[in-house]
């Protein structure tokens, strides 16, 4: 028999028991377009994270508090209270004699709370800055001013709003001059920042700019910083900064070993690694379980091929008795298989990639960098998975086929 005649025969026989083929072919639908959404998502995942940390520049540097080994964050990413850096750590690390190469720095202290103005409120979150946090962060103002050097130190009762929070404070009303409050502490509207978005997977547009020192007195309450940022005038100038810092800092806090750290200094590039490697590594289990999907698929395959055989055992001995050889059946199961394997990879890869194309329009809509990414790997691998599905998981019933004995076969009840 040759292969236009096994196909048809394939075909027909599919097509007459319609429920079953569909459920058979269903879940190898359900595996391969589960391949293809999941290395979809992986790069567009990927390419949001590695685009919001981009954002920030190569060659800014950030200091933690709290030891983490190069692998892993440091312990107050988690949200843990950690408080062995001060503002007095920042003005020594600001410090050009010792530091030639930060061309801005700033101290960081944050916290949530509620800003009002006459009978209009809105929650948000504000940060205690340095007058350098422009220069740090290549941010710019878009109205107004940015609070100078002497408001900073002298602890002036001055803010900067972001742009989605003046608008929700202030509608269509003139926000410049105006006094809000936050925790009943009054503050001067001297600014507006530009609207940019979302960097690092923060709302840079729903927060407020507030002096350093008046958010962390008065309305925290603590003596310590939350953070450090420094920008190093090159890239190249990074890696030696980053050691100077870390000399520094030992002396400033009596550390003799480096492994008794209680800060941590890392930039642009080392974070873009490490979730580089987060990601990899998150897409790869991932892909497995979707690996695992493809093969009970196979087993379901399996199952369905081996009552198919049991239904057809009439029609097997009347083939052979005719002339059939066990190659030609064979041949016929196996082919029977691969083919609904081939048609479930198929429609799989193109319900994968729409459903893929959806979300990375959905994620897209929200203003966030999500690539759509379907490689040619990851449909060859998903047609040669499900192709060799069909094969591996075909071959049994195929042979078992193949074996049965025409006169036991036409028997058979």
Not at 114 to 138: C, H, L
Not at 231 to 240: C, I, L, Q, R
Not at 308 to 313: H, I, M, Q, S, Y
Not at 369 to 384: C, R
Request: proline share 3%; no cysteine; charged share 20%.
């Amino acid at each position: 028999m040759n292969l236009l005649a096994t196909a048809k025969l394939v075909i027909s026989t599919l097509l007459a028991r319609k429920g079953r083929s569909f459920l058979t072919v269903l879940g190898i639908v359900i595996g391969v377009a589960g391949v293809i959404i999941i290395i979809a998502l992986g790069a567009g995942a990927q390419s949001l994270v590695l685009s919001q940390i981009s954002t920030l520049g190569a060659n800014l540097v950030g200091i933690l508090p709290g030891k983490s080994d190069e692998t892993g964050p440091p312990a107050f990413v988690f949200g843990v209270e950690v408080t062995t850096l001060t503002e007095e750590d920042a003005l020594a690390l600001s410090d050009r004699s010792r530091m030639p190469h930060v061309s801005a720095l700033s101290a960081y202290v944050r916290g949530t709370a509620t800003v009002v103005w006459r009978d209009e409120n809105v929650d948000t979150n504000f940060t205690g800055v340095w007058s350098t946090y422009p220069a740090v962060q290549s941010a710019t103002v878009e109205s107004g001013r940015f609070f100078d050097e002497r408001e900073q130190t002298g602890g002036a009762n001055v803010i900067v709003l972001g742009s989605e929070v003046r608008r929700l404070l202030f509608g269509d009303n003139e926000a410049l001059g105006q006094v809000v409050k936050i925790k009943n502490v009054p503050f001067e509207v001297i600014g507006i920042m530009e609207s940019i978005g979302s960097v690092a997977f923060e709302n840079q547009d729903d927060m407020v700019l507030i002096p350093f020192v008046v958010a962390q007195r008065q309305i925290l309450g603590i003596n310590h910083a939350h953070f450090i940022r420094a920008k190093v005038d090159a890239a190249e100038n990074v890696d030696p900064t980053i050691q100077d810092m870390e000399l520094l800092l030992r002396e400033r806090h009596g550390v003799k070993n480096p492994e008794e750290d209680d800060f941590s200094v890392r930039n642009a590039a080392e974070a873009i690694e490490l979730l580089t490697t987060i990601t990899n590594g998150l897409r790869l289990f991932l892909t497995a379980m979707a690996g695992i999907a493809l093969i009970v698929g196979g087993i379901g395959i399996m199952n369905i091929m081996l009552v198919t055989v049991a239904e057809r055992t009439r029609e097997i001995g009347l083939r052979k008795a005719l002339g059939a050889t066990r190659e030609n059946v064979r041949n016929q199961f196996l082919f029977e298989s691969s083919f609904i394997t081939l048609l479930g990879g198929l429609i799989g890869i193109v319900g994968g990639a729409v459903i893929s194309f959806l979300i990375a329009l959905l994620a897209r809509s929200f203003g966030y960098e999500w690539a759509y990414v379907i490689s040619p790997i990851s449909i060859a691998l998903a047609v040669g998975v499900s192709v060799l599905t069909g094969v591996i998981f075909g071959l049994y019933p195929a042979f078992k086929a193949a074996k049965l004995n025409p006169i036991d076969a036409l028997r058979y009840e």
